[in-house]
Structures are given as C-alpha cells and as structure tokens.
C-alpha cells in the first residue's frame, strides 16, 4: 500500500481542495487494515530528501523514524544543541544531553523501553490550498533503530506527533507558518484505492465545519505519558464524557468514573493509537447491558462472542449506510446551537459502532479495558472513521461531525478518485 501513495499523493490533494477552499494544509491518511492504524506520508530533507511513511500519535511527545531503514542522510539537517533555548522548550524537565546535542526518546503504547538520539531539524513539505508545495523548515524529530517500530504497522517505521506539545506536527505549522493551532483527522475506514483520508492543518474544510458539534478539550493534570516528571499535566486530548445512552437509555455505572482522580486516573482521551474504544470495565458492561436489550428488540439475535469483542449478534440488517443497530450517544459536556442548545453528544451509528468478523455474525466494536485502567474511557479509531474529528486549541474544544455520520459523506468523499 505504501508504495501507492508517492502517485495517488497530488490528485488526492487536489481533490481535497477543491471541496475545503478554507483548509491551509493538509496530508494524506491511510490506513493499515492489518493493524488498524492510520498513518502519513512526507518528505523530510533537501539534496536529497526523503519520503517517510509515519503513524499517527496523538499522545507521543516526539516525532521519531528509524533514519538508517529509510537510508535517511540529508545536508539540511541540524541537532539542536543541548544548552539552547530550543532544547528546554522542546524536551522540558525530561531533559537530557545526547552528547553536545538536545536528547530525545523514541516510544510507542507497545514498546518495551525508550530509545534515546539526538533531537534534529530539518525541512519537511506539504501542501497548501493552490496545490503549491510549502516547506516547513526546521521541523524537530529523533532518529531510532527497530525497537520502537514494535507494534507499528509495517507500512510505516517511526511516529509523528501530534499530541498538545511545541515539537507536534500542528504547533509547528502553526508557529512557522502562522495559522491557527487546529488541526483536524478524518481516519478512513479502509485502505482501497481512492479511500484515502486526510488531516487538515490551520482551518477544517468548510463543507464540514459548520456541521460540528463542540464539547471542551480539558486537560489531565497528571501526566499519562511514560515520560513525565511529577505534577508535570498529560499531552494527550481529553474530553469530559457525562454520561452514556443507548437509543436514549442511559447506562447506569458510577459517574466518578468520568472525572479524573488527584492522580489523573479516569476520563476520556481520544487516540489513534486504539483500534476500538476501549471502556473500564463497569463501564463497558453498563453499555453491553442497555445494547442487548435493545438489539433483543430489533430482533437481532446475540451470539457467541468473538475476542477482543464481548457482544456479538446476527441477524443484523445491514444497509448502505451500515448495520442498522441501537445508536449510541456519548453526552458530552457543554450545549450545541446544532441541537437546540441540548448537551453536546458524539453519536455512534452502526457503521462505527460494528465490526462484521463473519459473513453473518456483528459484535460491537468496543473493548473490556479492566477494571483498574489509566484512563476510563479510550475513543479509538474506529469510532472516530469517515467523521471529522476537529482539535481547535486556539478555542480548546474538540469538534465531531454530527450530521454527515448519516450521510457518510466525510472521508468516503474521496471515494473514486
């Protein structure tokens, strides 16, 4: 799949823009359907420069590639030098010296350890509304031998960050090149041809923005990340979910489970990182509970369960709009105009709330994540495909589409290109 991209690259960018006359820059997603994640694609250097193919992180504090696998070597490429400014900026109080150069640490979710290099700039390229390349010079990573690439689809071999720190993709577009701090993911939710998504840097494209519902991004004060120090706050995006519904029932579970706890355990991050979302345990039973019920009233009959998934059904109608099953409503925290100034709600159809492991058989696509996780409530991928999922932290607040989950006309635009 990745060889593909170099030659769908442009007229998959040309198309974007031609429906989001308001977007500043964008790049492609693809996904691995193997693994279930998404990732990019962008050259990194001058004379010569290199394309990379890197996973998407929303939790990673660095941008890292295995430099040697990609045969990565380019004349623009500087370390930051460990004693300059940039170097406390970028790293904090997890500081430290490769050498005379600024430290960084190469990880993923599925790693075993960290892998220290030195921090680098060099120039990456991306595209803007007219089509017209734009280099983003200076942009900051580390290099990394295979041990971090555990996990990691095999398309790709490093990461690129877009969590809430200065080195992220996003905070760079936007202090170099002067637009607001917002990006904005739209995951596909397959590989094939012409099905490619895409995540947009500045502004979200118009036809989509002005149907967003809006809830506030919050921050944990207690680190999540594996390097932190103490009372440093998380740089992952968090959200407040209040409570859960099922075709307007609610799931009943204790509600502190939804707020953090004076060690930052609990709530609701999103992550690109998870293939399905993955609940607490009383959490996730609440949910399995009310669906059954209401799947029994659909007729759809429940079956034996297939791992990782708890819930699994057959007789599910399935449409072009995907299986029609209960909906279900995250209640969100803070009112939208688009829903006569209700609570905001991120809602899940079928399409995103199903996964098909059989030619007859369904189950729900969430996850038991135990009943002592980190974090409560993990939004993974599949819940977030075909929508755009918008991160503005100019205004901190996080926006999902609400109408446009019907009409699946989000990503699967791109659809036939």
Request: charged share 15%; with cysteine.
């Given at each position: 799949?990745a060889?593909?991209?170099?030659?769908t690259y442009?007229?998959?960018?040309?198309?974007?823009?031609?429906?989001?006359?308001?977007?500043?820059?964008?790049?492609p997603?693809?996904?691995?359907?193997?693994?279930?994640?998404?990732?990019?694609?962008?050259?990194?250097?001058t004379s010569?420069s290199?394309?990379?193919?890197?996973s998407?992180?929303?939790?990673?504090?660095?941008?890292?590639?295995a430099c040697?696998?990609?045969?990565?070597k380019?004349?623009s490429s500087?370390?930051?030098?460990?004693?300059?400014?940039k170097?406390?900026?970028?790293?904090?109080?997890?500081?430290?010296?490769?050498?005379?150069?600024?430290?960084?640490?190469a990880?993923?979710?599925?790693g075993?350890?960290?892998?220290?290099d030195?921090?680098?700039?060099?120039t990456?390229?991306?595209?803007?509304?007219?089509?017209?390349?734009?280099?983003l010079r200076k942009?900051p990573?580390?290099?990394?031998?295979?041990g971090?690439l555990?996990?990691?689809?095999?398309?790709?071999?490093?990461?690129?960050?877009?969590?809430?720190?200065?080195?992220?993709?996003?905070?760079?577009?936007?202090s170099t090149?002067?637009?607001?701090?917002?990006?904005?993911?739209?995951?596909?939710?397959t590989?094939?041809?012409?099905?490619?998504?895409?995540?947009?840097f500045?502004?979200?494209?118009?036809y989509?923005?002005?149907?967003?519902?809006?809830?506030?991004?919050?921050?944990n004060?207690n680190?999540?990340?594996?390097i932190?120090?103490?009372g440093e706050?998380?740089?992952?995006h968090f959200?407040?979910?209040?409570?859960?519904?099922?075709?307007g029932?609610?799931?009943?579970f204790?509600?502190?489970l939804?707020?953090?706890?004076?060690n930052?355990?609990g709530?609701t991050?999103?992550?690109?990182?998870?293939?399905?979302?993955?609940?607490?345990t009383?959490?996730?039973?609440?949910?399995i509970?009310?669906f059954?019920?209401?799947?029994?009233?659909?007729?759809?009959?429940?079956?034996?369960s297939?791992?990782?998934?708890?819930?699994?059904?057959?007789?599910v109608?399935d449409?072009?709009?995907?299986?029609?099953?209960?909906?279900?409503?995250?209640?969100?925290?803070?009112?939208?105009?688009?829903?006569?100034n209700?609570?905001?709600r991120?809602?899940?159809?079928g399409a995103n709330?199903?996964?098909?492991?059989s030619?007859?058989?369904?189950?729900?696509?969430?996850?038991?994540?135990g009943?002592e996780?980190t974090?409560?409530?993990?939004?993974g991928?599949k819940?977030?495909?075909?929508?755009?999922?918008?991160?503005?932290?100019?205004?901190?607040?996080?926006?999902?589409?609400?109408?446009?989950?019907?009409?699946?006309?989000?990503c699967?635009t791109?659809?036939?290109?």
């Amino acid at each position: 799949m990745a060889s593909l991209i170099p030659l769908t690259y442009l007229l998959i960018i040309s198309f974007l823009f031609l429906h989001s006359s308001n977007a500043s820059f964008v790049l492609p997603i693809i996904k691995d359907n193997t693994k279930s994640q998404y990732y990019t694609t962008f050259q990194v250097g001058t004379s010569p420069s290199t394309r990379v193919y890197l996973s998407i992180d929303l939790g990673n504090k660095f941008s890292w590639f295995a430099c040697n696998l990609y045969g990565y070597k380019t004349r623009s490429s500087q370390e930051i030098p460990c004693d300059s400014p940039k170097c406390s900026l970028y790293t904090g109080p997890t500081s430290f010296c490769s050498g005379s150069a600024c430290g960084a640490l190469a990880y993923t979710p599925w790693g075993d350890g960290l892998y220290g290099d030195s921090l680098y700039e060099d120039t990456t390229s991306l595209y803007k509304q007219t089509l017209e390349k734009i280099y983003l010079r200076k942009f900051p990573f580390t290099c990394a031998d295979k041990g971090p690439l555990k996990g990691l689809s095999p398309h790709t071999k490093g990461v690129v960050s877009l969590a809430r720190v200065p080195l992220s993709l996003h905070s760079q577009i936007s202090s170099t090149l002067k637009v607001p701090r917002k990006f904005s993911l739209c995951l596909p939710s397959t590989s094939s041809f012409g099905y490619n998504g895409a995540m947009y840097f500045g502004s979200s494209p118009d036809y989509i923005s002005k149907s967003l519902i809006k809830t506030p991004l919050i921050i944990n004060p207690n680190s999540t990340s594996p390097i932190s120090s103490r009372g440093e706050s998380s740089i992952e995006h968090f959200i407040k979910v209040k409570s859960i519904k099922v075709d307007g029932t609610s799931a009943r579970f204790s509600t502190s489970l939804l707020s953090f706890d004076k060690n930052g355990i609990g709530g609701t991050k999103i992550s690109t990182f998870d293939s399905y979302t993955v609940l607490q345990t009383d959490i996730y039973k609440a949910l399995i509970n009310v669906f059954v019920t209401k799947a029994n009233r659909m007729k759809m009959t429940r079956v034996a369960s297939v791992a990782p998934f708890g819930a699994c059904f057959s007789n599910v109608i399935d449409s072009k709009l995907g299986p029609i099953v209960p909906i279900i409503d995250f209640i969100l925290d803070g009112k939208s105009p688009l829903l006569h100034n209700k609570n905001a709600r991120w809602r899940i159809y079928g399409a995103n709330s199903m996964v098909k492991v059989s030619k007859s058989v369904w189950c729900l696509g969430f996850v038991d994540g135990g009943s002592e996780p980190t974090t409560s409530i993990v939004i993974g991928g599949k819940q977030m495909e075909d929508n755009l999922v918008e991160f503005d932290l100019e205004s901190s607040m996080l926006g999902v589409t609400s109408s446009l989950l019907r009409k699946r006309t989000s990503c699967s635009t791109f659809k036939g290109i």
